[in-house]
C-alpha cells in the first residue's frame, strides 16, 4: 500500500506564467523584427502560406515556412520525451525544470546567429515555442498557453460573459488570470519590439532573466506540507500526486 498526497504543481502559478507569456511575446517580436517578419509562435500562418507557395511553384518560399512547422512539432515531441524519460521524482525538483534549461540553452545560441542564417533562427525559436506551449498547459487549474494568445482572449471572453450572468466569482477570477495573461503577453511583445532596434540579434538574450526567474519561482512555490511529508516518509511526487510506502490518498 502507498500514500498518495496532492501536489501542488508549481508551474501552475500565475506568476510562472505570467513570466513565460512576457517571454513568449518576447520571441515573436523578435523574430518578426529581426529574423526576416516571421512569427515563430503562429504555426496556423506558416501553413497557409507553405501551402501557397507550394501551390503556386514557390518551392524555396514553402520551404522557408515548413521548416519553422517542422522544428515545432520536434519541439512537441522533444518536451513528451523530457516529461516521460528525464522525470525527476524529487518533491523540490520537475520535470519542467528541465524544460526551461533547454529553452535558456537554445535562446542563448539564437543570440548570436548571424542574419544569413535566418531560417535557422526562426527554427530554434519554433523549437522552443514548442517546448514551452506543451510543457506549460496549466494555469491554477485551467487550460492556457504561454506562446500565443488566441485561446486565452477566447477562454477570457467567455468567462467575462458567464460572469456579467452569474456574478460567480470563480468566473471573475477566470478573467483575471486569462486577462493577465494576454497583458503580459502584449508587454513582452512591446519590450521586444523597442529593444530589438537597438540590441539587434542578441534582443532575444532578454528572455532568459524571464525564464531564469520562472525557473527559481518554480523551485520556491512548493506545498511545504508535502515537503515534510516528504522528508518523515520518503514520498515522491509524480504530477499530480505525491507518493511514499503505504496507501491512502489524502487530499
Same mark, same amino acid.
Given at each position: 500500500m502507498v500514500h498518495k498526497y496532492r501536489a501542488k504543481q508549481a508551474s501552475d502559478s500565475l506568476l510562472v506564467g505570467c513570466l513565460l507569456?512576457?517571454?513568449?511575446?518576447l520571441q515573436d517580436a523578435y523574430t518578426y523584427n529581426i529574423r526576416g517578419q516571421v512569427f515563430?509562435?503562429?504555426?496556423?500562418?506558416?501553413?497557409?502560406?507553405?501551402?501557397?507557395?507550394?501551390?503556386? %511553384? +514557390? #518551392? =524555396?518560399?514553402?520551404v522557408e515556412h515548413l521548416l519553422p512547422?517542422?522544428?515545432?512539432?520536434?519541439?512537441i515531441y522533444l518536451a513528451e520525451v523530457i516529461h516521460h524519460h528525464f522525470h525527476s521524482k524529487s518533491v523540490t525538483v520537475h520535470w519542467r525544470h528541465s524544460v526551461l534549461l533547454v529553452e535558456l540553452g537554445v535562446l542563448v545560441l539564437v543570440a548570436f546567429l548571424p542574419q544569413s542564417v535566418n531560417w535557422l533562427a526562426n527554427m530554434l525559436v519554433s523549437f522552443v515555442c514548442a517546448l514551452?506551449?506543451?510543457?506549460?498547459?496549466?494555469?491554477?487549474?485551467?487550460?492556457?498557453?504561454?506562446?500565443?494568445?488566441? %485561446? +486565452? #482572449? =477566447?477562454?477570457?471572453?467567455?468567462?467575462?460573459?458567464?460572469?456579467?450572468?452569474?456574478?460567480?466569482?470563480k468566473r471573475r477570477h477566470q478573467v483575471i488570470l486569462y486577462g493577465s495573461?494576454?497583458?503580459?503577453?502584449?508587454t513582452g511583445?512591446?519590450?521586444?519590439?523597442?529593444?530589438?532596434?537597438?540590441?539587434?540579434?542578441?534582443?532575444?538574450?532578454?528572455?532568459?532573466p524571464l525564464l531564469l526567474v520562472?525557473?527559481?519561482?518554480?523551485?520556491?512555490?512548493?506545498?511545504?506540507?508535502?515537503?515534510?511529508?516528504?522528508?518523515?516518509?520518503?514520498?515522491?511526487?509524480?504530477?499530480s500526486v505525491v507518493t511514499a510506502p503505504d496507501g491512502k490518498i489524502l487530499k
Open positions: 507569456s512576457a517571454s513568449g511575446g515563430a509562435n503562429a504555426q496556423t500562418g506558416n501553413i497557409v502560406l507553405m501551402g501557397q507557395n507550394f501551390a503556386m %511553384g +514557390n #518551392l =524555396r518560399e514553402g512547422l517542422l522544428a515545432f512539432s520536434m519541439g514551452q506551449v506543451q510543457s506549460f498547459r496549466v494555469l491554477e487549474g485551467n487550460s492556457y498557453a504561454t506562446t500565443m494568445c488566441i %485561446g +486565452n #482572449l =477566447r477562454s477570457c471572453m467567455e468567462n467575462l460573459y458567464y460572469w456579467r450572468k452569474t456574478g460567480e466569482d495573461v494576454i497583458l503580459c503577453f502584449m511583445a512591446a519590450v521586444g519590439g523597442v529593444f530589438t532596434l537597438d540590441w539587434g540579434e542578441e534582443a532575444i538574450l532578454l528572455c532568459c520562472a525557473f527559481v519561482l518554480m523551485l520556491r512555490i512548493r506545498n511545504r506540507y508535502l515537503r515534510f511529508i516528504s522528508m518523515l516518509s520518503g514520498a515522491e511526487e509524480d504530477e
